[in-house]
């Protein structure tokens, strides 16, 4: 019986050490998440250059513009889980982009929403019925 109790604390030492190792993977892709959100924050707040367009490029007076979202407000989007994008509606503005929940929110959505928009850079602006939050099209 000794045998079969050092395999098992042999198997029990192994499995602590494989959930240590496990704990720092998932402690590194936080941070590799935490990264790639951040990067992608800055790409979608950093005013945009304008590169002269090719000639054939440029829209014909008359043709039809593409419809569909503004591609800022998509780069918005991604940074919401599927969950939380289902509860908000956004709208472009001048210099934001403006996020209202489409219903109660709940003290975790809402919470959950609110660090999102602070890591973006935004802020909630408390107005009653028109309460939002908003993102900055770009930082100053």
């Given at each position: 019986m000794s045998a079969d109790k050092e395999k098992i604390e042999a198997l029990t030492k192994r499995v602590d050490e494989l959930v240590l190792i496990m704990n720092g993977l998932m402690e590194d892709l936080r941070q590799v998440s935490a990264s790639l959100k951040s990067l992608a924050v800055s790409q979608i707040t950093q005013p945009i250059t304008a590169h002269p367009a090719p000639?054939?490029?440029?829209?014909?007076?008359?043709?039809?513009?593409?419809?569909?979202?503004?591609?800022?407000?998509?780069?918005?989007?991604?940074?919401?889980?599927?969950?939380?994008?289902?509860?908000?509606?956004?709208?472009?503005?001048?210099?934001?982009?403006?996020?209202?929940?489409?219903q109660f929110l709940g003290s975790d959505n809402f919470s959950k929403i609110a660090?999102?928009?602070?890591?973006?850079?935004?802020?909630?602006?408390?107005?009653?019925?028109?309460?939002?939050?908003?993102?900055?099209?770009?930082?100053?």
């Open positions: 000639a054939l490029s440029q829209p014909v007076a008359g043709a039809p513009q593409p419809q569909g979202k503004s591609k800022v407000i998509e780069d918005v989007k991604m940074l919401f889980p599927e969950d939380l994008d289902s509860l908000l509606s956004f709208e472009e503005k001048d210099d934001y982009i403006m996020i209202k929940p489409r660090s999102v928009v602070r890591g973006a850079g935004g802020d909630y602006v408390s107005a009653g019925k028109a309460s939002h939050f908003r993102i900055p099209k770009k930082r100053t």
